[in-house]
């Protein structure tokens, strides 16, 4: 996934499907050509920095077209990329560059021109943090930071394969699906509405991180585009409802990040009528052992307290996380009992 094959195989949408659009961005349309040949150009100028191979490289995650261009190219050439928050203060984002050993900060322009600044290294804050090995993984995510410095958390390439094959069987995925991405570009989420849906050629809607309190703003993304996928907290739910309308094309909505309120929940079943085939579906967080319920409408008009357990999603093939895999409760809605079809999730 964030990877090099991830960005050989959006490169091959670029030749294959140049026309098709690959990012809605601030009333833009941006297709997988010009995606590819803004790759390309941020590709050559990342070659004539002359870094060695595997290297780390901090990309602040702005949530646009430019970054995610950066980061394909960085992928293709085989470096590293650690993408922390944008708006991080400048020296917790000093000190996260010194453990990951980055050797440059960059970032893409509107015009597609590459600013790199050099990073001096820090061998003592360096020490103790393993160095990132680019056949493993190229993406390196971090926490909130909420109790200190963020942490780093490398995005195993091989894991979220698994996890990336999963989520487009489980929601039957195609390439003429339209996802919003609500959460910005360096939460986990991004893995599955951003990376997922570039693997497979779709379309995504990049909800800007300034306008993402806008409830009009929103729904008008979802109505216009058709959007078919919609993934986020509740507080994006409840400023998707804010307006009463609804939104025929969605075919799945997914709850994660926090519980659902049952009185939100029960607004969710008249704005989503969606096909025949629509589901609701609640998910743990990507990066932590995850799970998913889901169930087809009709969908229960009481939700009562009780939860269901969901099935385990194949996220890591590590040990670790194999270990601390577990059903568990994710939402607060449930099923209609007598509705045959309901499903728990599978593995």
């Known amino acids: 996934m964030p990877s090099s094959l991830l960005a050989e195989t959006v490169a091959a949408h670029g030749e294959n499907r140049p026309h098709h ?7 833009r349309a941006v297709t997988y050509g010009r995606l590819n040949d803004l790759t390309g150009s941020l590709r050559a100028h990342l070659a004539r920095l002359r870094l060695p191979a595997g290297s780390t490289v901090c990309v602040p995650a702005h949530k646009n077209p430019q970054t995610i261009a950066l980061l394909l190219a960085v992928f293709r050439e085989g470096h590293i990329a650690l993408a922390p928050s944008p708006s991080l203060g400048s020296a917790a984002l ?5 453990q990951a050993r980055v050797s440059h900060l960059l970032t ?45 958390v490398p995005i195993e390439t091989a894991g979220f394969d698994a996890f990336a094959d999963w989520a487009v069987d489980e929601f039957a995925l195609a390439p003429d699906e339209t996802a919003l991405s609500y959460a910005p570009l360096n939460f986990d989420l991004a893995l599955l509405d951003v990376w997922t849906f570039l693997r497979l050629g779709s379309s995504v809607v990049l909800v800007e991180q300034q306008r993402a309190t806008d409830a009009a703003h929103l729904a008008a993304l979802v109505s216009r585009h058709d959007v ?6 509740p507080m994006m739910y409840r400023l998707l409802l804010e307006g009463g309308g609804t939104f025929a094309a969605v075919r799945h909505a997914v709850f994660t990040g926090d519980r659902m309120p049952v009185d939100l929940l029960r607004r969710v079943p008249p704005a989503f009528p969606g096909p025949p085939s629509t589901t609701c579906s609640a998910a743990r967080r990507p990066t932590t052992p995850s799970s998913t319920a889901s169930i087809p409408p009709p969908w229960t008009a009481r939700c009562p307290s009780a939860v269901p357990s969901a099935a385990p999603t194949p996220w890591s093939s590590t040990p670790r996380a194999r270990a601390s895999t577990r059903r568990a409760p994710v939402n607060s809605w449930c099923p209609r009992r007598s509705r045959p079809g309901a499903t728990s999730g599978r593995t």
């Open 108 to 152: 893409a322009a509107d015009d597609g021109a590459l600013t790199a600044l050099p990073v001096r290294a820090e061998r003592s804050e360096a020490e103790g943090f393993a160095v990132p090995d680019p056949a493993r993984t190229q993406l390196l995510l971090t926490t909130s930071g909420s109790t200190g410095t963020p942490k780093i």
């Open 94 to 98: 000093e000190r996260l560059a010194h």
């Open 21 to 27: 659009t690959a990012l809605h961005f601030d009333d």
């Open 228 to 233: 078919t996928f919609v993934q986020g907290v």
